[in-house]
């Protein structure tokens, strides 16, 4: 039997490149067999706005003009200005997007002179003068109870937050400390994470961690579960990152692992008395970046990883951590990495305890790129030239976004199978490597368009229950046409992600997935010598967990007529006349 298959093969060396994988009949894909059709993460019951506008002193709010994109979720950063955070919501609501994820901040190990918190460069931090008599005061407070006690080591955390009491294990001993613009949260607890539950400072002389955290009077956060709540939006807060290994910045430190693991607890107890019914509460964002690779498992980091997963298990069940790794494919750095690698990197982070990978395509980085079999020896996209050079595709990557997300998929498929319970995401970068203009004060990155987008829809939105983008703040706002405008205005557009030649009741055609597939479009198939335009007549939705507003269309076709081995070019038409602009490339095999 001949079968048309989206050809993908990213790791598959030149020498061998013309192999083709021959797919087995289509079948009903049952729910205890294939992971991709467990159900999404995504899927859950989210906030459902209650009213058609929101009106507040920041201005009027609309909640019903939504024109929906295949991405449905955006990371945004944190904003001093309430309103800014209302528009932000207002504008991801109107593209149909469900999901924010938070940037967050990171715990740092600090020095202290005189009773004063320095910087990493031995200057004293301005962030913590206010609260100047802090940390003196919290040494004399353990000392009054045993002259033995004493602050061995100072950590420092940051946020836009402020806590309830659930912050605090012994509030004898830890408080709130309202000074200046600031409020300051001190907790003390053993160096080992144990945060003993006696709060008996008396008996015996201990050395103790003292965190100061800097926070805000009013909390961020529960501003932005209240606007999820009103905008239909399910929030995803940040985890406290951990500090970063001293010799090896890419990994997280296991020797302040502990005081990690102390502050995470108090957080999430506080967030399970404040937020555990909050059906815009959607889950938690650990924000410590590693790259997707086959040593990963051997990772510190992952270790930090578990112990954080853990505690939310405590505190939050059901609450599912997303990650968002990063991939490198370049051929010429030692670190790049074949999908197969990245498959297996992805098995280590699903045995952490996450519930949701939402790999970065890294296609905004130039780590990867976005191209089809048949356009390896392409040059690559101009604007890859920075991080790559003047070179084609094949030379550069070992595969192409579409291949590294097939063979995740595939061990996400296995994973489920044994029992382990993960989605796997597409987070889209909605940025350039290098512009003349960036999009951030620091930083080279710049403005991608919607067409790019597109594209990297198509080439992952076969392959994972949601796709995601990073992010909203700046790259979606930036640029003369804000990417977000772009979106918009071509919404309707239809975005191909998936085609497969099958034949129901012995009738040959050809069956595509993707978003804006409607009756009275046309399937558009183009080969050398030939080319054919099939009406569409109806849509349905795939027998499989893909991600939302996913599409099956069917039409019938003689695939006799379309010679073995050419490539063939699958494009869209909408019954307005837009026609996706990266059509899949595919072949046919016996």
Known sequence: MRWLIVLLGAAI??????????????????????????????????????????????????????????????????????????????????AGGDTVIRIGYGLQYRTVKDGRI???????????????????????????ANPGNRIGRTFVYRTDEAFGPGLFRCPQMERAIEAGKRVYYRLIAPPDGSDDATCDFT????????????????????????????????????????????????KASSKHLPVLVTLTRRILQDYGDRFRDRASLGGFYQPFELQLGATMATNPTLQ??????????????????????????????????????????????????????APQDSRGTGKVGLFWPDQRDNEVDP?????????????????????????????????????????????????????????????????????????????????????????????????????????????LR???????RTSPNEEDGVEVRGYNL?????????????????LISATDAPNEAMADRIVVAWVPFDWSQVPLGVWVSVGVVSPSGLEATEPLHVRVSV
């Open 118 to 144: 320095l910087t990493r460069d031995g200057e004293v931090d301005p962030r913590y003068t206010d609260c100047e008599g802090c940390w003196t005061q919290a040494d004399d407070d353990l000392k009054q």
């Open 518 to 534: 409607e009756p009275g479009g046309t399937i558009r198939l183009t080969w050398p010598g030939g080319s054919a335009e099939l």
């Open 494 to 500: 239809p975005i191909a992600v998936d085609a497969v």
């Open 304 to 357: 930090v990883y578990s112990e954080q997963h853990t505690i939310i298990e405590q505190e939050l069940p059901g609450k599912p951590i997303l990650v968002s790794p990063y991939m490198d494919a370049r051929k010429r750095v030692p670190f790049g990495q074949t999908p197969k690698q990245v498959a297996e990197g992805f098995k280590a982070l699903a045995k952490s305890g996450v519930g949701i990978i």
């Open 13 to 94: 060396l030149a020498a061998i490149a013309a192999v083709v994988v021959v797919l087995p009949d289509k079948k009903p894909i049952s729910s205890d067999t294939r992971a991709s059709a467990v159900p999404s993460t995504s899927k859950k019951a989210l906030p459902q706005p209650t009213a058609k506008e929101l009106v507040d002193r920041c201005g009027t709010f609309d909640l019903q003009d939504v024109k929906p994109y295949a991405v449905t979720g955006y990371w945004i950063t944190p904003s001093s200005n309430p309103c800014t955070w209302r528009h932000q919501m207002e504008e991801i609501h109107a």
């Open 383 to 491: 604007r890859l030239r920075p991080v790559v050079g003047e070179t084609t595709y094949d030379t550069a990557y070992y595969g192409s976004t579409r291949d590294y997300y097939r063979e995740m998929a595939a061990a996400r498929e296995q994973l489920v199978e044994d029992g382990f319970e993960v989605e796997l995401w597409a987070n889209v970068e909605s940025f350039e490597p290098s512009a003349v203009t960036p999009c951030q004060p620091q930083g080279t990155r710049g403005a991608t368009d919607k067409k790019r987008l597109d594209a990297a829809v198509a080439m992952t939105g076969r392959y994972v229950q949601k796709v995601v983008s990073y992010m909203w703040s700046d790259f979606f706002t930036c640029g003369d046409t804000p990417l977000k405008d772009q979106v918009m205005a071509d919404h």
């Open 203 to 250: 008996k015996t002389g201990r050395t103790y961690d003292l965190i100061l955290i800097a926070a805000a009077k009013d909390d961020s956060l529960e501003q932005l579960l209240d606007l999820g709540d009103k905008f239909g939006v399910q929030v995803f807060p940040s985890l406290p990152m951990a500090p970063r290994d001293s010799n090896v910045a890419t």
